[in-house]
């Protein structure tokens, strides 16, 4: 088979896993694979501490850190809308089908979602075949791109909660982490319309 990153032909060694389908069959080859590095344990919540939004978040998992290779990955997934790549990250997800959580991504507002021509975050979790929910609205159709820390930190909330979460424990999920404003936006609401418990899992952390 044909690696979906760099097209090179690769066979994939048999293991016990495969044999009895506990795990999917790889699709990028081991010299792309050996590029991603998982990402390192951060601190999350020092930005936040004395503003609105400190405690929102109740925990915070990331996958993979947003080195050099996994930008030129992540741009050709979420922006030349090469939506094959969400298989590369199966295996990372699946886990979340042991979750009693409500598993929530991070929506795009309808306009961003003509543009994009996919929802990328509900890309992998359908890949890996995990149930999850919509009970968020983006409402405005702006973006965190070209502004600052400060200006990201200071933008108003986007989010509206368009289904009952009370007493609900939310796992929300989305792409990528840079300061954590759009997860503590989600999170902040989301506590206001009385979900119990949110914490979140992102595919990338900046």
């Not at 982490?177 to 319309?193: C, D, E, I, P, S």
């Amino acid at each position: 088979m044909n690696c979906l990153i760099c097209t090179t032909s690769f066979s994939e060694s048999l293991s016990w896993q495969r044999l009895f389908f506990l795990k999917q069959q790889e699709v990028i080859c081991e010299k792309c694979k050996r590029k991603f590095e998982k990402a390192k344990d951060k601190e999350h919540e020092k930005d936040w501490i004395g503003t609105v939004y400190e405690g929102a978040l109740d925990s915070l998992t990331s996958i993979y850190d947003y080195n050099e290779w996994m930008k030129q990955v992540y741009q050709q997934y979420k922006f030349q809308h090469d939506v094959e790549l969400a298989k590369i990250f199966v295996e990372d997800f699946r886990v979340l089908q042991q979750e009693n959580e409500l598993i929530v991504p991070i929506p795009l507002h309808e306009e961003k979602l003509k543009e994009r021509t996919f929802p990328q975050v509900d890309q992998l979790l359908i890949e890996a075949k995990v149930p999850f929910t919509h009970v968020l609205r983006k409402t405005t159709n702006s973006t965190q791109v070209n502004k600052s820390k400060k200006e990201r930190m200071e933008s108003e909330i986007n989010f509206k909660v368009s289904t009952c979460v009370q007493n609900q424990s939310i796992l929300l999920v989305d792409d990528l982490y840079t300061t954590g404003t759009t997860l503590r936006h989600a999170a902040f609401v989301l506590k206001q319309a009385g979900a119990q418990n949110v914490r979140a899992i992102t595919l990338i952390r900046a």
